[in-house]
């Protein structure tokens, strides 16, 4: 599976920006679909997991109610809602595909090339 994000940006504390992530090559509906994120200095973590149907979440406690994760399997793509943004979430944005939901980076088998969210105070 190939994977491709985009839609970060540089956007004020309380803005809005929609992530995607398109993927190809192999059947999308087959792949559990992850996003992690990876802030300066810090380890790439976890933000939120999307089950290949779309029945199942989760995401990071700390972005509950402000993030939310959806697929479209008719267009192959994945997306990251953020609302409310911190300057704290600053950081590159990853997805990532598995053939099950996981909050483990180390389960998923496929990664975008990251996209870039600026936060500004």
């Known amino acids: 599976v190939q994977l491709q994000a985009s839609g970060g940006g540089l956007v004020q504390a309380g803005g809005s920006l929609r992530l995607s992530c398109a993927a190809s090559?192999?059947?999308?509906?087959?792949?559990?679909m992850g996003w992690f994120r990876q802030a300066p200095g810090k380890e790439r973590e976890f933000v939120a997991y999307i089950s290949r149907t779309g029945g199942n979440t989760a995401v990071k406690e700390s972005v509950k109610g402000r993030f939310t994760i959806s697929r479209d399997n008719a267009k192959n793509t994945v997306y990251l809602q953020m609302n409310n943004l911190k300057p704290e979430d600053t950081a590159v944005y990853y997805c990532a595909a598995a053939r099950y939901y996981t909050t483990s980076q180390g389960e998923y088998d496929y990664w975008g090339q990251g996209t870039q969210v600026t936060v500004s105070s």
């Open positions: 090559g192999r059947t999308f509906s087959d792949y559990a």
